[in-house]
């Protein structure tokens, strides 16, 4: 296997990074996993509540998978890499007991989404290395967050949120990098920093109004809604109660008025 060629491609917002994919070094293998810090875990984990919840709530036919090994050589099991997240669609054959993902077995599909969030330790790797390895095997899009803004400069960085996109069968793009917000094509949908710049959330719009929920805070907009329903429910009710007690008074008031009317028609007489 081989690797690829970068090269800067002029753009009407400037300069973009571009590769034209040749294939995946054998020098790329797959890392062991390293201790987290406490906001690594966080930033990972809102992510991953979210993105699971909206392939359930879609009923999309995805995986998703945290730090899940990629093998690219049925020869050479160690060649591949672990993104920190990455989503598969279809699914994979027994996609929740998957212990890797090997592009060369059948219904094995290379991830249509990758999320790398860099960490301090290893800077160049999320923001060379990673999408050197999207590029070569074929991920259709690549999202690297940097909320430490610790990026080499050398590469391009810092960059709180970079997108790198499969413009062609031979060509991986980043199409934008900055704070954002910016949309992403798989998701159709934005990803806006929040927290002071330290959990990437998902968006329906550019202002970030209306966020993507995890499974919690879906739970409690449910609960909340039909609190709302039940509250509104009770008004209309007590309402309904009230505008019945008007008219059995009125009612009431109508009869003892012609009471006195007949008692005052029998004083005549």
Not at 190 to 211: F, S
Not at 233 to 257: I, L, M, N
Request: charged share 25%; aromatic share 6%; glycine share 8%.
């Amino acid at each position: 296997m081989q690797s690829h060629d970068a090269f800067p491609v002029s753009s009407k917002e400037g300069v973009i990074v571009q590769h034209r994919v040749v294939g995946f070094s054998d020098r790329w293998l797959i890392g062991e996993t390293v201790p987290e810090s406490a906001w690594h875990d966080h930033a990972l984990e809102m992510l991953k509540a979210i993105l699971a919840h909206w392939i359930g709530e879609r009923g999309r036919d995805a995986a998703l998978y945290r730090d899940l090994a990629v093998r690219v050589s049925r020869d050479q099991p160690r060649v591949g890499f672990n993104p920190d997240l990455m989503v598969v669609e279809p699914a994979p054959p027994g996609a929740g007991m998957l212990s890797s993902l090997k592009v060369w077995e059948p219904g094995h599909a290379v991830p249509s989404l990758a999320i790398e969030v860099v960490s301090p330790g290893h800077p160049y790797k999320d923001y060379v290395e990673i999408p050197d390895q999207c590029a070569a095997v074929g991920v259709g899009e690549l999202i690297v967050f940097d909320p430490l803004l610790v990026g080499p400069k050398a590469r391009g960085g810092p960059q709180r949120i970079q997108i790198w996109r499969r413009t062609s069968p031979t060509a991986f793009e980043r199409v934008v990098a900055g704070d954002g917000p910016y949309r992403s094509a798989y998701l159709d949908a934005y990803l806006v920093a929040v927290e002071d710049g330290m959990c990437l959330r998902v968006a329906d719009d550019e202002l970030g109004k209306y966020l993507w929920p995890t499974p919690a805070e879906a739970a409690q907009q449910a609960l909340a809604t039909e609190r709302a329903a039940a509250e509104g429910a009770r008004s209309v009710a007590e309402r309904e109660r009230a505008a019945a007690e008007r008219e059995r008074a009125a009612a009431d008031a109508a009869r003892a008025r012609i009471a006195e009317l007949e008692e005052e028609l029998r004083k005549r007489r």
